[in-house]
């Protein structure tokens, strides 16, 4: 079973600064997806990032962008120029691409940003 | 992008009670929705998966007589928690597969209080 680790509970950044966000996953599948997801204080869970396994280019989405290292099994979010609005849980996430679509969480950190 | 409902968004009922809530997929019709449970402060974990004209798959650890999904359409997924008591409280949320764009999208959560 793939198992998702978030090793950072809280994060803290100042706004227009840089903050990453850190995750590790376990798998023995050599292709799968990769996601970040946002859940501001509304709860709405929101889409921010995904990666592709077999792709090696990072995945960037304005100021977001990842750090994938596949045989570090590593896959980190990097949030440029941070805003208030950026201040919630992130998760990150691992899909398989052999079984099923269901989605394997992290325990998620929460990010603050000090105006 | 794709949007998933959900009903209701917040329900108390008392203890003993059975509560539905419904998952939609609003433009798009979902072969498969997922549903999920957050505790505070916690991550998502996945209770079930809904697959449209079939029976649902439980987690290990899930009951599903308790939690009765049905999935009788392309666009609509339930979940009915039966004899509901204090420990079932909760935040539930559903999520749906776009299967043209392979993406999951999720509902906005129902908050469940049961006194």
């Known amino acids: 079973a793939q198992t998702v680790t978030q090793s950072q509970p809280e994060m803290s950044v100042q706004e227009a600064e840089t903050v990453t966000l850190s995750c590790t996953y376990d798998?023995?599948?050599?292709?799968?997806?990769l996601f970040w997801y946002k859940q501001p204080p509304s709860r709405q869970m929101i889409l921010v990032i995904r990666q592709e396994a077999y792709k090696q280019q990072n995945a960037t989405e304005n100021r977001f962008s990842v750090n994938f290292q596949k045989a570090a099994k590593s896959f980190s979010l990097k949030i440029s120029d941070s805003q208030l609005g950026d201040a919630a849980m992130y998760f990150c996430?691992?899909?398989?691409?052999?079984?099923?679509?269901?989605?394997?969480f992290g325990g998620g950190t929460r990010l603050m940003v000090k105006p | 992008g794709a949007v998933v409902s959900q009903h209701p968004s917040w329900v108390i009922c008392k203890s003993g009670t059975s509560v539905k809530i419904e998952c939609r997929s609003l433009d798009f019709q979902a072969t498969t929705m997922f549903w999920y449970r957050q505790f505070p402060k916690q991550s998502l974990m996945l209770m079930a998966t809904s697959n449209e004209g079939s029976k649902a798959t439980y987690e290990q650890g899930v009951e599903k007589d308790k939690f009765l999904i049905n999935h009788a359409s392309l666009t609509l997924s339930t979940l009915t928690v039966t004899s509901a008591h204090p420990e079932d409280s909760s935040f539930y949320i559903c999520s749906a597969r776009d299967p043209l764009e392979g993406g999951q999208f999720f509902g906005p959560g129902t908050r469940l209080t049961v006194l």
């Open positions: 996430a691992y899909r398989s691409a052999y079984a099923g679509n269901m989605l394997t």
């Open positions: 798998t023995s599948e050599s292709d799968y997806y």
